[in-house]
Each structure stands twice: as C-alpha cells, then as structure tokens.
C-alpha cells in the first residue's frame, strides 16, 4: 500500500529555505565588509586567526537540514498497516415506498405495507458495501434518509415508515422518482439504482417520463408490484370498509403495467410480489450485476506514523549546530554526556507515549470491524485518556457512539475532532458525519450549517452538497408549513367583529314601528275570524 503526506500542504514553509540561504550569504557578506575596512592584511590574520569557515558552513548546513526535516514531520510520512485499509465495492441504492391507505389493503397478510416493509428490511441486510436511502411517498413524496453507509439509521426509518407519513393522499410515483434522483450525485453516469415498492393504483401518467429521463443519467429503476389484480376491499380504521363518496365500497387493485413500463423504460427489472425471500434474491441479484464504484474509507484507516523520526533527526541537528563552536581551537563538541542522555531519554518515553494511545485506537478500529460498537467506544475513550486532543479518536468515538444511537454522544465527539483535525478532507468528513446525525435528529438548521462547514472545507465533497441541497428544500416545505399554521392560528384567534350598536332614538323608533306592524296584524286576523266564524276546523 501507498505511503502518503498527510498534511501536505506544510511542504509550503520549505520555501523558506532559499530566503535562509540568501541570509546566509548575506553574513559571509557583512564579515568580509568588515575585514576590508580594517586594511591591514596581517592585523586581519591575527584577527581571525580563531575563527573555522568550514565550521560556520556546517553549522548553517546543519540549520537547513534541521528545517527541512521539520517540514517533512509536520507533513506527516505515514503507511497504512497490513489489512487496515477499508475498500469498499458498491452503488447507491435509493428506496421509494409507497405509503398511501391503499397499501393497507390486506390481500397479502398482514397487509401490502408491513410486507413491502419486511422485504425493504431484508434487503438493507443484504446491502453489504453499498449506501442506501429511503423516500416515502404517497399525495407527496418526502426524502425520510439521505444516502447512507448507516444500515441501522435506515431501517430505524424504515420502521417509522407507516400511512401517516405522508398527510396527503394519492400516488405520486413521479415525484418520488424526482427526489430520488436528486438525492444521486449528477456527476456520475452509473452506480445508481432505485428500487420503487407500490402497487401502483392512480399513479400519475408523467410517472414513465420521468423514468426516462433518469435513464438517461444512468439511473436503474427496479419495481416490485405489491397486491393483487383482482383487488380487495380497503378495511376502515373503525371496522367495516371503506366506501367512495357514492356510498360504494372501494376496491384496490395492483396496477402491474404501469410499475412494468416504469422498470422497462430503464432496463430495470419488474416483479410482483409473491414471496419476501424471491423477491430479496432477485432483486439483490439484479444490483449485484451493475457496474460498482470502488470507495476507500480512511475513517477506520490505521497508520504507522514516521514524523517523529524526522522531527528527532531535526533536534539532534539543531543541538548540533548549537554545540558547534566556529573556534579552530575547540576540535571537540561541547555538549556534556549527561544531557545527551537526558534529550534521548525525553525522546524515547515521549515516543512510548505517542503509540500508546495509537495501540488503542488499533484496537478500537478491530472492534468497530467486527460489529462491537460499545468495545470500540470504550478502547477509544481510553486512547483519549492517554491523549485527549487525539483527533483520530475523538472523530472514531463520533463514529462509535452514532452505531449506538447515542446521537447527542456522538455529534460532542464530532465537535471536539473539529477542533483538532488539520487536514481539510478529514475535517470535511467529520463535519459531514455529523450534519448526518443532526439531519436524523430532524435538527435542519444544524446540519444545514454542519454541511455548509464540510462543502467549505473541501468543496469537492459530493455527499455533502447533495445532503445540503435536500436538506435546504425541506427547511423551506417546513417553513412554508409553520407560516400556513401560524395564519390558520391567527385567524382562529382573532376575535369576530361585534355588532354595531343602536342609539337610544333609532331602539326607540323600530320599538314603534314594531308596535304599529303589531297592531296592523291584529286588526287583520280579528276580520279573518269574523268572516270564516261558519268554517269546521281541520282534524289532522
């Protein structure tokens, strides 16, 4: 494996180097000036008589060499150890559920949307090296997961996936095939693949359009028709079934077509759920076949780390030159044995204790292979005991305690690996991972920021610009929701408008009016009696 520079970009301060070396110049200079203005040949050799310019150009020698070797240990020579480094093979997968009422419809028991569940859930087990999000969708279509290396984060939404999900009813297959293609990054032309479960009743006709333009951003679209052709009746929540608004009770049928033109249109596959494990294997097998990305993941990546070599070779030159005396007269260092021994010493146990915690995040990142996040998180908190601006292990800590689901644990470890990584990428990745746990918070407005803080630091990472652009067109759904409800709010509120008040004179003269029209009326009813006095009266 390649050996690499972790902070290159300290190779800049070896520009330094030539401006040391113009000084030096400049002092072979200024003493020659001065000897040519005392004039006396044989005063100048008196004079100098002490003084070794073979010895005063090693000295100079020996400062360059100790700083160009302080460059080299601040750059960082390291080699990644045996198997440590983590290559991963995959695609992104992005999920469309279909979540309306009709997947409630039980002609698959216990109903189409537990089954499509359990078969989404099996299919993240099997996902191995690939990311993997999740859109559920049904009057409209919302981004629930952004792609993922997280399994666990996608089937924790995976079961808080259910009907009322989504307020809205219907099925928008278009749109949710639009915010799954959104959520890929549009600078590649493969490694994509959607897997959309529904059973497509009133889906809408712009759905195969759509299909096809994801076609060709290199986008496979993989159905699987969940229902029955004959259909069923819709059970109510109360009992019973439900009915249209003509009183007649609702059948739901599969829509196979339309679900088999969306997968033909990409040359994806279509199937119609019989059986949770066939259908796991076929679709894992139709993943399986594409084309894989291949991703180095440096996150649990162990190094063997050389800087301080070269940062003791610098101190040894740089003692040197201190003890070098430019007297022809002093052939031997001046430096007293005991403090030699006491610099070696310093630089042995200051090692000794650079690889203890280094020992422990190693065994930290064995642990975190096999699975046992709780294993991990202890061996790191004892790496951070031996060194606690360890960056590596606080940004492994993050990753450790977010397999836990200590999210509030994990984004204080982010933050203190912030503080102390150098390194753009890595710094980009850590704040990366923890807009990640803030967006599954459901804490926008954080991983917004968190997001912005990785696209600054390294504007090359993809994730992170997608995640950002998804994240910033939910906040606005959501404010636009707030401000709906805050109107609604305030009109519900707002007192109604009381009723304009009579005067005295205007209750006075309708008072009357009232009276006469009283009066007009009985007057009228007492001649209707007098005429009709002879008429029986109705019996029913």
């Given at each position: 494996?390649?050996?690499?520079?972790?902070?290159?970009?300290?190779?800049?301060?070896?520009?330094?180097?030539?401006?040391?070396i113009?000084?030096?110049?400049?002092?072979?200079?200024?003493?020659?000036?001065?000897?040519?203005?005392?004039?006396?040949?044989?005063?100048?050799?008196?004079?100098?008589?002490?003084?070794?310019?073979?010895?005063?150009?090693?000295?100079?020698?020996?400062?360059?060499?100790?700083?160009?070797?302080?460059?080299v240990?601040?750059?960082?020579?390291?080699?990644?150890v045996?198997?440590?480094?983590?290559?991963?093979?995959?695609?992104?997968?992005?999920?469309?559920?279909?979540?309306?009422?009709?997947?409630?419809?039980?002609?698959?028991?216990?109903?189409?949307?537990?089954?499509?569940?359990?078969?989404?859930?099996?299919?993240?087990?099997?996902?191995?090296?690939?990311?993997?999000?999740?859109?559920?969708?049904?009057?409209?279509?919302?981004?629930?997961?952004?792609?993922?290396?997280?399994?666990?984060?996608?089937?924790?939404?995976?079961?808080?996936?259910?009907?009322?999900?989504?307020?809205?009813?219907?099925?928008?297959?278009?749109?949710?095939?639009?915010?799954?293609?959104?959520?890929?990054?549009?600078?590649?032309?493969?490694?994509?693949?959607?897997?959309?479960?529904?059973?497509?009743?009133?889906?809408?006709?712009?759905?195969?359009?759509?299909?096809?333009?994801?076609?060709?951003?290199g986008?496979?679209?993989?159905?699987i028709?969940?229902?029955?052709?004959?259909?069923?009746?819709?059970?109510?929540?109360?009992?019973?079934?439900?009915?249209?608004?003509?009183?007649?009770?609702?059948?739901?049928?599969?829509?196979?077509?339309?679900?088999?033109?969306?997968?033909?249109?990409?040359?994806?596959?279509?199937?119609?759920?019989?059986?949770?494990?066939?259908?796991?294997?076929?679709?894992?097998?139709?993943?399986?076949?594409?084309?894989?990305?291949?991703?180095?993941?440096?996150?649990?990546?162990?190094?063997?780390?050389?800087?301080?070599?070269?940062?003791?070779?610098?101190?040894?030159?740089?003692?040197?030159?201190?003890?070098?005396?430019?007297?022809?007269?002093?052939?031997?260092?001046?430096?007293?044995?005991?403090?030699?021994?006491?610099?070696?010493?310093?630089?042995?146990?200051?090692?000794?204790?650079?690889?203890?915690?280094?020992?422990?995040?190693?065994?930290?990142?064995?642990?975190?292979?096999?699975?046992?996040?709780?294993?991990?998180?202890?061996?790191?908190?004892?790496?951070?005991?031996?060194?606690?601006?360890?960056?590596?292990?606080?940004?492994?800590?993050?990753?450790?305690?977010?397999?836990?689901?200590?999210s509030d644990?994990?984004?204080?470890?982010?933050?203190?690996?912030?503080?102390?990584?150098?390194?753009?990428?890595?710094?980009?990745?850590a704040?990366?991972?923890?807009?990640?746990?803030?967006?599954?918070k459901?804490?926008?407005?954080?991983?917004?920021?968190?997001?912005?803080?990785?696209?600054?630091?390294?504007?090359?990472?993809?994730?992170?610009?997608?995640?950002?652009?998804?994240?910033?067109?939910?906040q606005?759904?959501?404010q636009?929701?707030?401000?709906?409800?805050?109107?609604?709010?305030?009109?519900?509120?707002?007192?109604?408008?009381?009723?304009?008040?009579?005067?005295?004179?205007?209750?006075?003269?309708?008072?009357?009016?009232?009276?006469?029209?009283?009066?007009?009326?009985?007057?009228?009813?007492?001649?209707?009696?007098?005429?009709?006095?002879?008429?029986?009266?109705?019996?029913?």
């Amino acid at each position: 494996m390649t050996s690499t520079f972790q902070y290159p970009v300290f190779f800049w301060l070896l520009f330094l180097l030539p401006i040391l070396i113009v000084l030096f110049f400049l002092a072979l200079y200024h003493k020659q000036k001065t000897l040519r203005k005392i004039g006396d040949p044989e005063l100048v050799s008196q004079l100098t008589a002490g003084y070794s310019s073979k010895k005063y150009l090693l000295k100079c020698l020996l400062a360059f060499a100790a700083w160009g070797l302080i460059v080299v240990a601040l750059a960082n020579w390291r080699k990644p150890v045996g198997e440590e480094k983590i290559t991963r093979n995959g695609i992104d997968l992005m999920i469309a559920l279909d979540v309306s009422k009709s997947m409630l419809a039980e002609d698959i028991s216990p109903n189409r949307l537990e089954r499509a569940k359990q078969l989404i859930g099996k299919i993240i087990d099997k996902a191995g090296s690939n990311r993997v999000g999740l859109v559920t969708f049904a009057g409209k279509a919302y981004l629930q997961m952004p792609l993922s290396g997280d399994m666990a984060a996608a089937k924790m939404y995976l079961s808080a996936s259910n009907t009322n999900t989504v307020p809205t009813q219907g099925t928008v297959i278009a749109d949710a095939l639009r915010m799954c293609n959104a959520a890929f990054n549009p600078n590649e032309k493969k490694y994509k693949a959607v897997l959309l479960i529904s059973d497509g009743e009133d889906h809408d006709e712009s759905a195969t359009a759509v299909a096809e333009q994801m076609a060709a951003n290199g986008v496979v679209i993989h159905c699987i028709g969940i229902g029955s052709p004959q259909g069923v009746n819709l059970p109510e929540e109360g009992g019973g079934y439900q009915k249209d608004t003509d009183g007649n009770t609702i059948v739901s049928k599969l829509n196979a077509a339309a679900l088999s033109e969306i997968a033909r249109s990409t040359n994806g596959q279509y199937l119609t759920f019989q059986q949770t494990d066939e259908a796991v294997k076929l679709i894992t097998g139709a993943i399986s076949t594409m084309d894989q990305r291949s991703v180095n993941d440096e996150g649990m990546m162990n190094f063997t780390q050389y800087f301080l070599w070269f940062l003791g070779a610098a101190l040894l030159f740089l003692l040197l030159e201190f003890f070098i005396s430019e007297n022809k007269k002093h052939n031997k260092l001046q430096m007293p044995l005991q403090f030699i021994l006491l610099i070696g010493l310093l630089l042995c146990t200051n090692a000794t204790k650079a690889q203890e915690d280094k020992k422990l995040i190693q065994k930290g990142n064995d642990q975190y292979r096999k699975g046992n996040y709780s294993e991990a998180l202890t061996e790191y908190k004892d790496a951070l005991k031996k060194n606690a601006a360890n960056a590596i292990a606080q940004y492994n800590s993050g990753n450790a305690a977010y397999k836990l689901n200590r999210s509030d644990e994990a984004i204080s470890a982010y933050d203190e690996a912030l503080k102390n990584l150098k390194n753009p990428k890595d710094l980009a990745n850590a704040a990366y991972n923890k807009a990640v746990v803030l967006q599954n918070k459901k804490d926008l407005k954080g991983c917004i920021e968190a997001y912005k803080l990785a696209l600054k630091t390294d504007p090359s990472h993809e994730d992170a610009r997608q995640n950002l652009q998804q994240a910033l067109i939910q906040q606005k759904k959501e404010q636009k929701q707030e401000e709906q409800q805050k109107e609604s709010d305030k009109q519900k509120k707002e007192p109604k408008k009381p009723e304009p008040r009579l005067s005295k004179q205007d209750a006075e003269n309708k008072l009357k009016a009232l009276m006469q029209r009283e009066k007009e009326l009985q007057e009228k009813l007492h001649k209707m009696g007098r005429n009709n006095i002879d008429k029986p009266e109705k019996d029913w």
